[in-house]
């Protein structure tokens, strides 16, 4: 496991089941089911299967925006996916995302239900039925839309790259540490550069860019994830800052990060989301505080 | 820069400006402009500036099947940016992408000029605008829709992880390595399990979403990615193999990729793209062979 000097990777690459740390039973090489297992299937339009990751609150926060907005339509039942007792590798969860990945929905609004996955197709998906967070005015949209974007290819170099060998991987190695922790710096800095300028991603209008970039971004300013708010020194990115604090005032968003939460403070856990009075008096006393 | 066992992170990260390998020049903690100049141009409607990477040459691809469409209204100049030279980081770059990476566009033909950034925005963009390569119906377009963002998503794991710890990283890593091909692998797994049962990845036509995939995963498995063909066994994934040949046929797939192409085979490249009698007879005659 250690990495010796010297290393040459053998000709074929095999799978060693017993590498990987503490996510061996959650990465593997190959695709598919692995058990035969049904997703279950509430009385609302949307059903998601999800998890209060960062790509799974985008989904929730985005459903209790259009909730509290008045998009009846938009009720939902929320089914927690337990990713480290792999439930993602269900034959029904499969069925709906072969990629195997929080969050997935499905639309029973349609004449047919309708698969979405990967949590920025899902946020365009739900922009495009109800006419909400995406501005309609030509710049705005495209603008709204090229930040959608960068969000989705940026944040696998915090996710998958930084937070994982600053914070998960068996042993600290310093360069992967040093690669990934440059590029969120440069990141946050594009970021804070933009956000000097422009009350929200898209501009004056807060819209779908802002859902998917505050749970990555703004949770890392804010000192959530990783434990990572010293090392990279996120309090230097101001713009960032004011611009996180002012997307958790929105009651929509505190509410949409404690669906699917299965872990931290228990008042901040709601496991299944499937009234909106599962968000119960107890939970409301809490939901004013910042995420863990 | 060798990985000591036992390393322990500083309390806070600094920028160390020696490392960072033959990408040193390229990589950087902070965003911005690092010089003064305007881009170039031309007299098309789209400008485009660009460098064929696999991220690049999604839109030079796109352009290339709308105007094979009959979209005359698609016609492009394609300048070129010299990533290793800084190109990305001047004044007029940042302009149209804060994000300073490859492709950035800019659109003539609205009433002022609209700025589009991240390849799958700039796909995305194109296929609303001319109504081509986007299904229509509902669930295909959600398909390919899902499938876009999941390249968005999943292609910085098999170039800024697998990509670089394989071929570029300065020494050989050993966990690194072993994490990114075992994703990488995972995903061909997926695309190759759903072309089993698909021959594109929306369904019956070709969309978006193959020409987001292409560049990357087709060409992985042709052999053209980071000499890792052996090591992934990448001919296991043979539905994967029949997509990418299907889509090397396209002739606008294959001048696609010789756009803003500044290495290997002379014939091969074309610098910037203004017109399109710029593919010539001679680079004609070559575009039949598979790209290296």
Do not use: C
């Not at 996916?81 to 029973?108: C, L, R, T, W, Y």
């Amino acid at each position: 496991m250690s990495e010796s000097e010297g290393y040459t990777p053998p000709r074929v690459w095999t799978w060693d089941q017993e590498s990987g740390g503490r996510f061996a039973k959650i990465n593997r090489p190959i695709a598919g089911p692995t058990h035969d297992k049904e997703l279950p299937v509430g009385k609302h339009p949307f059903q998601l299967y999800s998890l209060a990751t960062p790509n799974g609150v985008k989904a929730t926060i985005m459903l209790e925006e259009l909730l509290a907005m008045g998009h009846k339509e938009a009720e939902y039942d929320a089914w927690l996916i337990d990713i480290s007792e792999g439930n993602q590798f269900s034959s029904g969860f499969v069925k709906i995302n072969p990629n195997s990945k929080i969050p997935a929905m499905v639309d029973h609004s349609t004449d047919t239900p309708t698969r979405v996955f990967e949590s920025g197709s899902i946020l365009l998906y739900l922009a495009e039925k109800f006419g909400a967070l995406l501005p309609t005015e030509h710049h705005k949209r495209t603008e709204a839309m090229n930040w959608l974007f960068w969000q989705m290819g940026s944040a696998p170099f915090l996710g998958g790259g930084f937070g994982h060998f600053y914070a998960y991987a068996p042993e600290k190695m310093e360069y992967p540490i040093n690669r990934f922790a440059m590029e969120v710096k440069r990141q946050l800095d594009v970021l804070n550069r933009h956000l000097a300028d422009n009350e929200y991603m898209a501009g004056d209008e807060y819209s779908i860019a802002d859902v998917a970039i505050y749970p990555w971004y703004g949770a890392l300013v804010k000192g959530v994830l990783y434990e990572a708010a010293e090392f990279l020194s996120v309090h230097e990115y101001t713009h960032v800052v004011r611009w996180a604090e002012q997307v958790l005032e929105r009651p929509a968003v505190r509410r949409g990060q404690m669906v699917n939460r299965a872990w931290g403070e228990p008042a901040r856990q709601l496991h299944e989301r499937h009234d909106a009075d599962d968000f119960n008096t107890q939970t409301q006393d809490k939901i004013g505080e910042s995420p863990e």
